[in-house]
């Protein structure tokens, strides 16, 4: 079957960069994806990536995708302590597949 | 616009009861998703609209599962004669339908059975 597979864990200080990585089986999606999902709330959409670029920059946002290695990774520069939260990678068209998500938590 | 609502958002039932659950999706978004979150995982899928027509259901996990769309706007996700293990964060998320420029979810209906 198809998984999405990421780390659970990851901790940086304040004002370092953050790097998330997460690894898929599924090719055929058109996007991947990265969401962020604070406490109490839903799944917030933060950027995107058509599955022919290879990298894709937004504000403090750079997501890398390597497409022979089915790696997609989201890194933060300048980490701040309002982006502590669990970040989703995902893939898929009309029945999205999700990771278990990366707890990421930033000291001051 | 208030994006994505589901109602309610906590519901605790005795096994065995049904329940139902409620999303609103954006009004000009016509392909409507549902998602079940357990603890430290990711959303899994369960079932998609567009507009009224259900397109993928196979992936629900039992049949004590449905959803309907019956007039392509709002949609309802019942679970008949509940267990234990349904409990669970219940999600939806709708998109405009062109292209796959990822979904809005909504705050999901929180799932105890008793």
């Known amino acids: 079957g198809e998984d999405v597979e990421q780390s659970l864990f990851l901790s940086v200080r304040e004002g370092d960069s953050s790097v998330i990585n997460c690894t898929y089986t599924?090719?055929?999606?058109?996007?991947l994806y990265w969401y962020k999902q604070e406490p109490g709330a839903g799944l917030q959409l933060l950027t995107y990536?058509?599955?022919?670029?290879d990298m894709k920059q937004d504000q403090r946002l750079t997501v890398l995708l390597n497409k022979k290695d089915k790696h997609l990774s989201l890194r933060i520069a300048d980490t701040q302590t309002g982006d502590s939260a669990i970040y989703f990678c995902?893939?898929?068209?009309?029945?999205?597949?999700f990771g278990a998500g990366t707890r990421l938590t930033v000291k001051p | 616009d208030t994006g994505v609502s589901q109602d309610p958002r906590h519901k605790i039932t005795k096994r065995g009861q049904n329940v139902t659950f409620r999303c609103d999706p954006i009004?000009?978004?016509?392909?409507l998703y549902w998602y079940r979150q357990t603890l430290g995982q990711g959303p899994e899928f369960l079932t998609y609209?567009?507009?009224?027509?259900?397109?993928?259901k196979s992936r629900l996990l039992s049949d004590r599962f449905s959803a309907e769309r019956p007039k392509g706007s709002f949609s309802t996700l019942e679970i008949q004669r509940t267990e234990q293990g349904d409990s669970a964060m219940y999600l939806c998320?709708?998109?405009?339908?062109?292209?796959?420029?990822?979904?809005?979810f909504g705050s999901g209906t929180r799932l105890t059975v008793v």
């Open positions: 998320a709708s998109s405009p339908g062109r292209g796959y420029y990822g979904y809005t």
């Open positions: 599924d090719s055929s999606s058109t996007y």
């Open positions: 990536i058509f599955s022919n670029m």
């Open positions: 995902a893939e898929g068209n009309n029945d999205m597949r």
């Open positions: 009004s000009e978004h016509n392909r």
């Open positions: 609209f567009q507009n009224e027509a259900q397109l993928e």
